[in-house]
Structure formats: structure tokens, C-alpha cells
């Protein structure tokens, strides 16, 4: 069992956090459980996470209906180990000693579930490798 000072910290942001960086946060959540701790935000928040996605997500049997789209704040990046961003360009406040990613990824806002599913499967690939990479192997 790892304790809070060695739980790695993961930092997710878009503009909206209303689709990528909820996804990559209920995955990373999903899978790692109590081993990292998730953040999710959004340098211009939206009022409600994208239908789309939360249906996208429930198809892949991760119900995320009841998250909110939570605004970007100084405290959350320092207080986090990887920050990975998904567009959001040069809002996101940049700190020393901080591991950034940019993940690449196309916008779901506007897009129908069939749209978000090549989404969706792109960044739970992504967070598993991300987890691999941040989290020591689980006992057998």
C-alpha cells in the first residue's frame, strides 16, 4: 500500500474540462484507484461536461454524469507531479520541476458519441501507458 507522499499526483486540462481531461481523469481514476491521486481542470471551464462524453464513458462502463467542470487553478499544478494538457495552449501555468505533457488529441465539443469513441479509446491507451510509467507494478 503506497502512502499519500509516495502517491504520485496526475494533473488533467483542457480548455472546457468538459471532455478530454474528464476522460482521462475517470480513467486514470478507474484504473489506478487509490495509487495515484487525479486532477482534472479547464482554463475556461464549461458549465456541464460534454453529453457525448459521458456517454462514450458509460460505454466503457465508467459513469462520470455526476462530474463538473472545475476551473484551472495555481494551487492544483503545484500541488501535482505530471500536469498532461489537451489544448489548452499557453494558459496553463507552467512551474520548475514539474514533469508536462501535451497530449495531442482532437476536440470532442460539438461531437456526437460516435465521434468521441476514437477519443476516448486514444486517451485510455494514453493513461495506461501513463500509469505504467508513474506507478510501480502491482504484486501478483
Not at 55 to 80: C, F, W
Not at 100 to 113: H, S
Amino acid at each position: 500500500m503506497t502512502t499519500p507522499a509516495e502517491r504520485p499526483s496526475v494533473l488533467f486540462v483542457c480548455v472546457h474540462n468538459a471532455g478530454r481531461s474528464q476522460m482521462a481523469a475517470a480513467f486514470l481514476t478507474h484504473l489506478a484507484g487509490d495509487r495515484v491521486e487525479v486532477r482534472s481542470a479547464g482554463s475556461a471551464p464549461a458549465d456541464t461536461v460534454n453529453p457525448a462524453v459521458v456517454a462514450a464513458m458509460s460505454e466503457a462502463g465508467i459513469d462520470i454524469s455526476a462530474e463538473v467542470p472545475k476551473v484551472l487553478t495555481v494551487e492544483a499544478v503545484q500541488a501535482s507531479d505530471v500536469v498532461i494538457t489537451m489544448g489548452c495552449g499557453d494558459t496553463c501555468p507552467v512551474f520548475p520541476g514539474k514533469r508536462y505533457l501535451d497530449w495531442e488529441l482532437p476536440d470532442p465539443a460539438g461531437q456526437g458519441a460516435g465521434a468521441v469513441r476514437p477519443i476516448r479509446d486514444e486517451i485510455e491507451r494514453r493513461v495506461r501507458q501513463l500509469l505504467n510509467e508513474i506507478t510501480p507494478p502491482r504484486a501478483a
